[in-house]
Every structure is written in C-alpha cells, then in structure tokens.
C-alpha cells in the first residue's frame, strides 16, 4: 500500500508478521548481501541463543560485516563496544555504562518532559504535520543532546541532516551520508581534546581502557554507535506510536487512566513494532542453527522482528496487549551486546506517552507512506517514508 486508501478495514499501524510462515516451518531465511550471504534466524529461542554464544557468533569480525546490509564498503571504523567481544567488550562497556544509564536520573527526565513537551504544544497549534520529519527526527536529535550532554543548538545540524544520516536511501554503497557524520565528528572530538568539557567526547578522551588512554578512533567509534545506532530506531518507534494511538484512541485514554501500566505499553509497542529488523555475526566454525548448517566465516543475523513474533512464547503476538505481563521481546538485543541506549528509548517513549495522553484527545491520520525493507523473500513494514496526522 503506497498512499492510505479508503478501505479502512487493514490499519496503518497494523504491521504484518513477514516471517511467521518460514519461522514455523524452517526456522531460518536465506538473503543475499552484496555477494556475502546471510543466514537469518527466526525463532526467538534460537536468536537468544546464538546472541548468548559470543565465541563461535562473533561482533568483533571485519568493521561493518555484522551490520545487515554490510557497512563494509562505507566504513572502515570498528564502532565499539558494539564490534568488540568479550573480554575487551566488558571494559569499554563499564566506561560507558553509567553514562548511558543517566536517563534513569529525575533530572534527565525532567529535560526530556520538557523538550517534549515543546514539540506536542509547537504541533498542536498546526492543523497537520508529518509526523516522521517534523516530530519524530526533532524529538530524537533534541533528546540526543541531553545525552550527550552538548549544547541544546547542535540539535538543528542532526535534524538538518534528514532521517537517514549514516546511508544514502538509495543504495548500501554510498558513503557519502557517513562521511557527513564522520567530519562532524572529527571536528568535535578535535574541539573537546582542546577545550575538555562535560560531555561524552571529553570523558571519552580523557579515559582508559585496560590501561591504555581511549584514541581518536576508539572515540569515534563510541560516537558513531551513539549516532547511528539510535536514530532510525527512536524515529520509528515514535513514528509507529503515533500511528498506533490514532487508531486506537482507547489506548491512550487507558493511559491517562491507568498511568501504572505506562512501562509495560512501551515493551510492547517496541515489542510489536521492532524498530530494527535483525543485526548480524559472524561464524567462526562449522556450525548448526535450527538443524540448518553454517559454515564458518559466513554470517547469520539475528531476527529481532521475527523473534518478537514467535508463537511459541508470545501469546497472540500479532496484537498489541498494552499491558502484556511477560514479556521476553528483543527489540534492544539480547544478552552481551544488548542495546546501550535503551534506557534513554524506554525513557523518550515513557514519557511521550504519558504527554500524549495528558494533551491529546485525538489524532487523525490524514495520508501516509509505508516503508517497506525487503530482505530477499521477505517484505517487512518497518515504519512510514511519511505519515501526516492532525492532533486534537
């Protein structure tokens, strides 16, 4: 469906299962990827295993070979701790992690209430906007300065950027989109090795690792994940909220009614809307996946959307159950290299949520384009290209 139609019967915010016929009856997809193939798996049990089995399922192969489609040819910067295993994994990760879990702070929560609060007010006095360019990219490169903790202004340059900032939307080929993001980053690291701050560049440069000072490029590489791994993914997720609410206005009202039960929406929005298909490793032996054979030096790619699917754990998984008790989804990863932004995603969505519900009566779609991402046999909705909506 390119444009919204006038048959009403399937909703927008409505995204299929693409996986559940292959999940059921092999376990595993087969997709192409600039002449390096990938395995993909389907079932959750076997995604969380492989994920757990970081010695024969390696991050730390070629930069950019585990990302689906490859970066390989748009990057030669190992992006850390996400392309490292353990044991180097657990150092740069206990560097990073207090900082990344500050959304948990009231203070962190309380500048992100405010930016978003800005933008719904800035949208309600709009008779429409599009929902993708003018709230969702805004609200993620506003709260990114929160945390980085870099002034408010830079936002504007991420948002001037367009949705996609590390690929060009046309092809997996075109580093020209990276290398925006890698000269920016060049010139703040440059700016916070001279003038040290109290941001992540600065804690970033001033740190050590196994005992040795953190380079350039393992900075870089930090800043890259940060920028990367957390854009298209918040954009989505905010984006498909949207879509979701406005065809379920009884949602919202129930979280304005029953506040307690705002958590678990947002598991399982993230749960059902998977805002990134799959991530991928690299086999370092002869293995065996859902009896499906891989051999070393291939890649397999771990199915988050179809995992978030499986039957075999999730009741009705097709349907959101706003306040759906267990909930084993793997939208932020799983085990080792689980996300290192998630806390700030859970803490943007919780509280959209709410402000949604506290200012909004109402919200009208009024045109919308899907994206769909085709990985071989499968077409998967991802989110929308664009979606124009009205707030009441």
């Known amino acids: 469906m390119e444009h919204l139609k006038e048959d009403k019967k399937t909703k927008l915010s409505e995204f299929p299962d693409a996986f559940e016929q292959a999940r059921i009856e092999k376990g595993y997809g087969e997709i192409d990827d600039q002449n390096d193939p990938v395995t ?13 089995n970081w010695k024969t399922f390696i991050s730390g192969a070629e930069p950019g ?33 207090p900082w990344f879990k500050r959304p948990l702070e009231e203070e962190y929560q309380k500048v992100l209430k405010t930016i978003i609060d800005e933008l719904i007010d ?14 969702s990219l805004k609200l993620q490169s506003r709260a990114l300065t929160t945390l980085l903790n870099v002034p408010y ?42 003038n040290p701050g109290d941001d992540l560049y600065s804690l970033l440069l001033s740190a050590v690792v196994d005992g040795k000072k953190m380079t350039k490029e393992e900075v870089k590489g930090v800043m890259i994940l940060t920028f990367a791994g957390g ?23 129930r979280i304005a009614q029953e506040p307690e039960i705002t958590g678990r929406a947002v598991e399982e929005l993230v749960r059902y809307f998977a805002p990134l298909t799959h991530m991928g490793r690299v086999v370092t032996e002869d293995t065996q996946v859902c009896e499906h054979a891989i ?27 706003l306040d759906r008790k267990v909930n084993p989804h793997v939208s932020f990863g799983f085990s080792t290299h689980n ?17 949604l519900a506290e200012k909004v009566n109402a919200i009208e779609i009024k045109d919308a384009k899907e994206n769909i991402e085709e990985w071989g046999e499968f077409k998967r909705k991802v989110g929308f290209k664009n979606i124009t909506v009205s707030f009441n």
């Open 65 to 97: 070979r585990i990302v689906v489609p490859s970066e390989v040819h748009i990057r030669d910067i190992r992006q850390i701790p996400f392309e490292v295993d353990p044991p180097e994994h657990k150092s740069y990760r206990d560097l990073v992690e």
């Open 40 to 52: 993909m798996l389907l079932r959750l049990k076997d995604v969380r295993k492989t994920a757990h």
């Open 339 to 355: 996300c290192l932004g998630a806390t700030h995603a859970r803490q943007i969505l919780k509280i959209l949520l709410t402000s």
């Open 122 to 135: 800035e949208v309600l006095t709009k008779e429409q906007f599009e929902v993708v360019g003018d709230f």
């Open 295 to 321: 051999k070393n030096d291939s890649r397999v790619s771990l199915c988050w959307a179809s995992a978030n699917r499986d039957s075999a754990v999730f009741e009705n998984p097709n349907e959101v159950v």
């Open 153 to 194: 202004k830079e936002s504007e340059t991420w948002i001037d950027w367009g949705v996609h900032v590390f690929r060009s939307e046309d092809t997996d080929l075109d580093g020209g989109k990276a290398n925006i993001l890698f000269d920016y980053l060049d010139e703040k690291i440059e700016e916070a090795s001279k």
């Open 231 to 253: 854009r298209d993914t918040v954009i989505n997720a905010v984006t498909n909220s949207i879509a979701y609410f406005a065809e379920h206005p009884n949602s919202l009202k």
